[in-house]
């Protein structure tokens, strides 16, 4: 942590060694003097500013951050609305301190809008604020911040990392959706009383008019007393109110996270799923979810209210932050070198091999090759990271300890780091590639899942078909399958022509629709699956009202 020259210090070092350079050429020791002159100030000026340096090596800075609550019902966080993220300075040293800028290490679903700046006195505590865009759902981990501190002059600078890791809750956008618009006939006669009322046939139920007989309307329906007033047949039809279990299957596959950042079609998948949930919670409806790509991932039972709607959104933004083994796309020394850079810079933990022991030691069991050949002792990180867990989930406390994430992977050294990076939010790519045929497996899985405890009235799939037709007589028998279990089934797909951006140019415009129609041929067998066997598939996009869509005929998109 050593002050640097700033620009304006470079600039100024470089006009006095130029001026040193041709008074020295041309003998004018004027040049030379005012040379002199200036490297002593700029040395005089280094000098001065160093104590900074000594004052951060000494903590006697620190920095604080928090987030109020969002402008959303319950001061949630939400997609696209901007949040205020308050930084207080606390200066404990003697020197006025001034923070040139704020650098601020977060996640790549939140941009930052600026670098805020400020002038801390001795002894003083000052607060600013930033503005923060959430640009995904999901839970993001502002990681810390790096503060560039300054001279006076401009002239040099000097750069402190303080980490101070906090997470914050995304929740997914907010889609019109007034009523559920995908109902069952017949609907599921339960325990609660739902809000919507349908007809049924029996005696029992409130009476929702009387009208003329018609041809096929049962005897034991007539209303005697009206037809002996008006002189002619007429029948009481009646109504319930019932409970209707809708099942969602979303699907997490790579196909659905490509795109822009905020704008994929997992991003609208999420989005929909929440507003079909919170749809169907408003009307007392029973709803239940599971998430599958090559299996199923994430799972949540039927039932109702606002607190199963939470864990509905909480499920959802799990698949955004997936650190399974078989579902990222990193070797082992990739991973360890990940969280062992990431505990270089926020816990200031080396866990490097300097030295290699020798070729026929037992300690190389323990130690991993990063991709750029550096060794790193894996049982010191997994130890580590185990501790870590710990802490963050309150293992201190008993009463409030909280129980660690599920994690996948076969390595027993490696699992603790993947937990880690599932809690510290740290990011691992996801598997592009599946083996042939895994898709339609893990279909056909979650299909199994989502009637294994009970048979749901309405099944909504929200996928991009990607893989169901490799296996397609897998395919065939999990849709015969549900189609036997639901009373009505609909896929929703994303629109090949909708998350691709606009373009001006006539060059742009052929790339777009090689791109559309490429898309669309990929989609094409899927889809054509999915109709022989009576299922509705329609479009959906960003643009789109969900309402409308599920409202439309039955036609394929």
């Not at 049924?200 to 005697?224: Q, T």
């Amino acid at each position: 942590m050593i002050p640097r020259l700033a620009s304006r210090g470079k600039l100024v070092l470089g006009t006095a060694l130029l001026f040193l350079i041709v008074g020295a050429v041309r003998g004018a020791p004027p040049l030379v003097a005012i040379a002199g002159s200036v490297l002593s100030l700029l040395l005089a000026l280094y000098l001065a500013f160093y104590p900074t340096a000594i004052l951060l090596r000494r903590k006697k800075i620190e920095l604080s951050w928090w987030v109020p609550p969002g402008d959303q019902p319950g001061g949630a966080l939400g997609v696209d609305r901007p949040f205020q993220l308050h930084l207080a300075f606390r200066n404990h040293g003697s020197r006025l301190l001034r923070v040139l800028s704020t650098n601020i290490l977060t996640a790549s679903g939140l941009e930052i809008e600026e670098r805020p700046s400020a002038t801390v006195k001795r002894g003083q505590q000052v607060e600013i604020t930033t503005s923060v865009k959430p640009l995904t759902a999901g839970y993001h981990v502002l990681h810390g911040a790096a503060l560039t501190f300054g001279d006076v002059l401009g002239l040099f600078d000097i750069e402190a990392f303080f980490p101070n890791p906090i997470a914050v809750k995304v929740f997914p956008r907010t889609l019109a959706l007034r009523a559920h618009p995908v109902r069952a006939v017949g609907g599921a006669l339960h325990e609660q009383v739902g809000l919507h009322s349908v007809k049924r046939r029996g005696l029992s139920g409130e009476l929702r008019e009387i009208r003329e007989h018609s041809h096929g309307d049962p005897f034991k329906f007539i209303a005697w007393k009206a037809t002996a007033r008006r002189q002619k047949l007429m029948v009481r039809e009646l109504e319930n109110e019932i409970v209707t279990t809708h099942m969602m299957l979303v699907d997490v596959g790579s196909g659905m996270r490509q795109g822009p950042l905020g704008r994929a079609p997992l991003d609208w998948a999420c989005d929909a799923a929440a507003a079909i949930a919170r749809s169907s919670i408003s009307s007392s409806d029973r709803i239940g979810m599971v998430a599958f790509d090559t299996r199923p991932l994430v799972e949540l039972k039927f039932d109702t209210g606002h607190h199963h709607y939470l864990q509905i959104v909480d499920r959802l933004l799990d698949t955004r932050s997936v650190v399974d083994a078989d579902l990222t796309d990193v070797t082992s020394g990739e991973l360890v070198a990940l969280v062992a850079r990431y505990l270089a810079h926020q816990e200031a933990i080396d866990v490097r091999v300097k030295i290699a022991p020798p070729l026929d030691d037992a300690r190389w069991m323990q130690i991993q090759a990063g991709p750029d050949g550096q060794l790193y002792d894996v049982a010191a990180t997994g130890r580590l990271c185990k501790r870590l867990v710990e802490v963050m989930l309150g293992k201190d406390d008993k009463r409030a300890a909280l129980k660690p994430p599920v994690v996948v992977d076969d390595d027993l050294q490696l699992r603790p780091l993947r937990v880690f990076c599932r809690l510290r939010g740290i990011e691992l790519p996801y598997r592009a590639t599946w083996e042939h045929g895994r898709r339609a497996a893990g279909f056909a899985a979650a299909v199994e899942r989502a009637v294994a405890n009970g048979k749901p009235d309405v099944a909504v799939i929200l996928t991009d078909l990607s893989g169901f037709a490799e296996d397609e007589a897998r395919t065939k028998r999990a849709l015969a399958r549900l189609r036997r279990a639901a009373g009505s089934v609909i896929a929703i797909v994303p629109s090949a022509n909708g998350f691709l951006p606009q373009v001006t140019t006539i060059h742009g415009r052929r790339v777009r629709e090689l791109m559309v129609r490429d898309q669309q041929t990929s989609m094409e067998p899927g889809r054509r699956l999915l109709l022989k066997h009576g299922v509705r598939v329609i479009e959906g996009a960003p643009g789109a009202s969900l309402e409308q869509l599920l409202h439309g005929r039955r036609k394929a998109a």
